[in-house]
């Protein structure tokens, strides 16, 4: 099992451009989340999903969007970059009750 | 939005000393998790509690789920450079609610 796998692991925009952040976990989890993490401020919940075709909000969704059309599949959306959305974002998957969640090895994202 | 309050923030210690963290919270958790996070990675599920008073250890780390649902611990025995990172608390009441994460307690270890 590769895990929890995201791409890219980096990436550089400019502001006002627009990205997907890919994951993908191959371990059957019903529950996927997105977290990003800015620095000495611990995980915050963007967005996460207890099934496909089902998504919710998290503490921080704001300027982001998400899907959930199959399993394995959960992107993240960012329309319009903005500078405060520097961070760097983690893909997590889990089997339902939220507990034991299994993260990816992140995506640092830059927007200048 | 709810949060864990985890101390201490930052640690300092010699190798081969014992270390000991904790993290509180004004509401009860049902499942109280501990990560660690490598530079550059994500974080890694260390030891997961499941009921009051659990006493659970994995190697050289022991951590704890108190008594009241409203706190935990975690000790790491004996220190060894690759101990470096950062730790972090987690909680789960119940259901779908998604995992509450404290802001971690980055450790450094003096060889």
């Known amino acids: 099992n590769a895990g929890v796998t995201q791409t890219p692991k980096f990436r550089i925009l400019k502001i ?30 963007i967005y996460y999903s207890v099934g496909a075709g089902i998504t919710d909000k998290g503490e921080v969704p704001n300027g982001y969007n998400v899907s959930r059309s199959t399993t394995e599949d959960f992107p993240l959306r960012l329309e319009l970059a903005a500078p405060s959305q520097t961070s760097v974002y983690f893909c997590a998957s889990s089997y339902p009750g939220a507990n034991e969640q299994y993260f990816g090895p992140g995506t640092r994202l830059t927007v200048t | 939005g709810q949060q864990l309050n985890q101390s201490p923030q930052s640690m300092f210690i010699q190798e081969g000393e014992d270390v000991s963290m904790n993290c509180t919270s004004s509401s009860i958790f049902n499942t109280w998790l501990w990560y660690k996070q490598d530079p550059g990675e994500g974080p890694v599920l260390l030891i997961a509690l499941y009921k009051a008073g659990e006493l659970t ?55």
């Open chain 1, 16 to 45: 006002g451009q627009s990205m997907t952040l890919q994951c993908t976990q191959d371990m059957n989890h019903n529950y996927m989340y997105w977290y990003r993490q800015d620095p000495g401020m611990g995980l915050k919940l």
């Open chain 2, 57 to 111: 250890s994995n190697g050289r780390l022991t951590a704890q789920f108190g008594i009241t649902r409203k706190d935990s611990f975690l000790n790491i025995s004996a220190s060894i450079p690759s101990d470096v990172g950062i730790y972090f608390c987690a909680g789960h009441k119940s259901g779908n609610t998604p995992l509450v994460f404290g802001k971690g307690t980055r450790l450094s270890v003096i060889a």
